[in-house]
């Protein structure tokens, strides 16, 4: 210390003693603060983190939830687009496969009997003056002035098939 004499140096001691006691009730009082303060925030930023969490994961399932709902939708409209191609094709085979076995007919012995009353649907719908030709694809064609009709098996055969309710439903399930 300084150079104080001995019995001040004794006289003193009681002074230093409280001052050092004092010291250390206040360093112990600021560290027991500091803990405090140090837990309360430790517990704060655990509740903060703890409500992150439980925020994140909310967000999470709420994305997952909207993502699955997403793929099912597209998974259930490309399902739909295969069955209405796959549909699609069905029909034009039919079609393809109707107006063969119409074209078939030609050599059919009954054919000429069916090419006269196509013959006689064409004058009664078209008047006695229309000019009916045999189609190249079998059937007539006829022609009124600026009517025309076509009578073709083709096209008879496409209008047969569409106008029958079993063929329909395969195309509207």
Do not use: F, N
Request: proline share 3%; net charge negative; glycine share 6%.
């Amino acid at each position: 210390m300084t150079g104080l004499a001995r019995e001040s140096d004794t006289a003193l001691e009681p002074v230093r003693t409280a001052l050092r006691a004092a010291a250390e009730k206040q360093a112990s009082g600021l560290r027991d603060d500091a803990s405090s303060q140090a837990s309360a925030l430790l517990d704060a930023a655990r509740a903060e983190a703890a409500g992150m969490l439980a925020a994140a994961a909310t967000e999470g399932e709420a994305a997952a939830a909207a993502e699955a709902a997403l793929r099912s939708a597209r998974a259930r409209r490309q399902a739909h687009e295969l069955v209405l191609a796959q549909r699609s094709s069905l029909r034009l085979e039919l079609h393809r496969r109707v107006r063969e076995a119409a074209a078939g007919l030609t050599s059919d012995p009954r054919y000429a009997e069916l090419v006269t009353r196509l013959t006689d649907q064409c004058r009664e719908l078209l008047g006695p003056d229309a000019v009916v030709s045999e189609s190249s694809e079998g059937g007539v064609v006829a022609e009124a002035g600026s009517r025309r009709l076509d009578l073709s098996l083709p096209i008879l055969a496409g209008m047969t098939m569409d106008s029958m309710p079993e063929v329909r439903e395969l195309w509207t399930r």
